[in-house]
């Protein structure tokens, strides 16, 4: 089944504590992206991929850290975790550019104490 | 600044028609998506208009007026599962998404 997939899908931490969020695609998009979602604004980008190696700062990147090895593979990265970083998160992927259908991970939800 | 209003929430009766609007002002232009959100799920997409008109695809339509940074999302024959959020993206200049806050859709028997 073509999907993306995220974990954790529930994570409770305390601030400074270094985590991970991992978001692998089975579909060969070359195209990868993060967002973070909070209660009454848009969905906003963190950071994206156009391509293996390539990634690039998206509206919100403070804070955060991506890395692309791998195709599949582009995991969100949180040195030390603060109370605003306290959201729902969505790893997405598309065939090629942001103009092509994105397909979602099915979220992250983060609490930071 | 670069800015996607729709309104918060609607509220709609089951078998009826309703439009959610996205009026955008971006840096650019270079198509307009529309996502469904439903409550605690992944945003699906539904739409991309990149040229003037309207496109139609089952129970659900999309119409995209360039000039007046205009689009709106149809829906017919509503049934009680179309109750979701409902997202308007819009891609600059830059090929950058830009994302409206969401429009809240109620559905009532």
């Known amino acids: 089944e073509a999907q993306v997939t995220q974990n954790p899908r529930y994570l409770i931490t305390v601030t400074g504590k270094k985590l991970t969020v991992t978001c692998s695609q089975n579909m060969n998009h070359e195209y990868m992206s993060w967002y973070r979602q909070d209660p009454g604004l848009g969905l906003r980008q963190i950071y994206y991929?156009?391509?293996?190696?390539?990634?690039d700062k998206g509206d919100v990147p403070e804070g955060y850290k991506v890395s692309r090895k791998e195709k599949r593979n582009f995991p969100l990265i949180l040195e030390s975790p603060s109370p605003n970083q306290t959201s729902l998160y969505f790893c997405?992927?598309?065939?090629?550019?942001?103009?092509?259908?994105?397909?979602f991970g099915p979220g992250t939800r983060l609490t930071v104490l | 600044g670069q800015n996607i209003d729709q309104p918060t929430e609607m509220t709609a009766t089951e078998g009826a028609i309703v439009q959610i609007n996205c009026t955008y002002q971006t840096s650019g232009f270079n198509g307009l998506f529309w996502y469904q959100q439903h409550a605690g799920e992944a945003p699906t997409f539904l739409s991309y208009?990149?040229l003037d008109g309207l496109e139609e695809k089952g129970r659900f339509s999309s119409f995209l007026s360039r000039s007046k940074g205009y689009s709106y999302l149809l829906l017919k024959e509503l049934q009680m599962k179309d109750s979701a959020s409902y997202l308007c993206a819009v891609l600059d200049s830059n090929y950058q998404l830009i994302w409206g806050a969401g429009t809240k859709l109620i559905i009532k028997p």
């Open positions: 208009n990149v």
């Open positions: 997405a992927s598309s065939l090629r550019e942001a103009y092509n259908e994105q397909f």
């Open positions: 991929s156009m391509n293996v190696e390539v990634t």
